[in-house]
């Protein structure tokens, strides 16, 4: 069974404190690693999708990575506009059938 | 630029009641999946289905919850009986098409209550 790990679960950063999140997956055959943010109250917004070792894409202060095991979810100088809760997902399968980590609070504050 | 759409927002039900939840897919998707949110768990798969098709219904529970997605109009996940396990945050989500490299794109939810 695809399994999906997110830490910490909670991250709590001063504006403009660099940091990573951290998604460590256990699949069968990964197809696509997508990292999606979630606000209160709000459905999950698409940030990137991975296909492969190796691959890096950048969003403003946004940057992720995909290793074999693992993704990272850097963040550069964060803003108070930055929190939200960050969401892991891989596709082994079907279309866009998604297998979702727990995610991470991110908490920026001035 | 209209999202995907999601109503009722908040559904307060009954035990034993029904609740019928709506979702329209961004404008030219064509495919739908339904995903169910519970406190402190993270996202699980229920159903995924193109116009009048359930293409892959491995996430749903045997009893009680069915899913549709007519020729016209939206798509509509129905749960019978409610229970008060049935309390979560249930998300629609839609694609243009069915390929992985598509991202879904998701409604703000309905958050159903049962008491």
């Known amino acids: 069974e695809d399994q999906v790990t997110q830490s910490p679960e909670a991250l709590r950063l001063q504006e403009g404190e660099s940091s990573s999140l951290n998604c460590s997956y256990t699949v069968s055959g990964l197809r696509g690693l997508f990292w999606y943010r979630q606000d209160p109250g709000k459905g999950p917004e698409f940030l990137f999708t991975l296909y492969s070792a190796g691959e890096e894409k950048e969003k403003e202060r946004l940057k992720a990575t995909l290793t074999k095991k693992e993704s990272f979810l850097h963040i550069t100088a964060p803003k108070p506009e930055d929190s939200a809760t960050y969401l892991c997902?891989?596709?082994?399968?079907?279309?866009?059938?998604?297998?979702f980590g727990t995610g991470t609070r991110l908490q920026v504050t001035l | 630029n209209a999202g995907v759409m999601q109503n009722p927002r908040h559904l307060v039900r009954r035990r034993g009641q029904e609740a019928r939840l709506r979702c329209s897919p961004m404008?030219?998707?064509?495919?739908v999946y339904w995903y169910r949110q519970l406190p402190e768990e993270g996202l699980k798969f229920m159903v995924y289905?193109?116009?009048?098709?359930?293409?892959?219904e491995s996430g749903m529970p045997k009893e009680r919850f069915s899913a549709e997605f007519p020729k016209e109009g939206p798509s509509i996940l129905r749960i019978q009986q409610v229970v008060r396990g049935d309390s979560a945050a249930y998300f629609c989500?839609?694609?243009?098409?069915?390929?992985?490299?598509?991202?879904?794109?998701f409604g703000n939810g309905t958050r159903l209550t049962v008491t």
């Open positions: 289905l193109q116009k009048e098709n359930i293409i892959d």
């Open positions: 404008k030219g998707h064509s495919h």
């Open positions: 997902a891989v596709n082994t399968g079907t279309a866009s059938k998604l297998t």
């Open positions: 989500a839609s694609s243009p098409v069915g390929a992985i490299n598509s991202p879904l794109h």
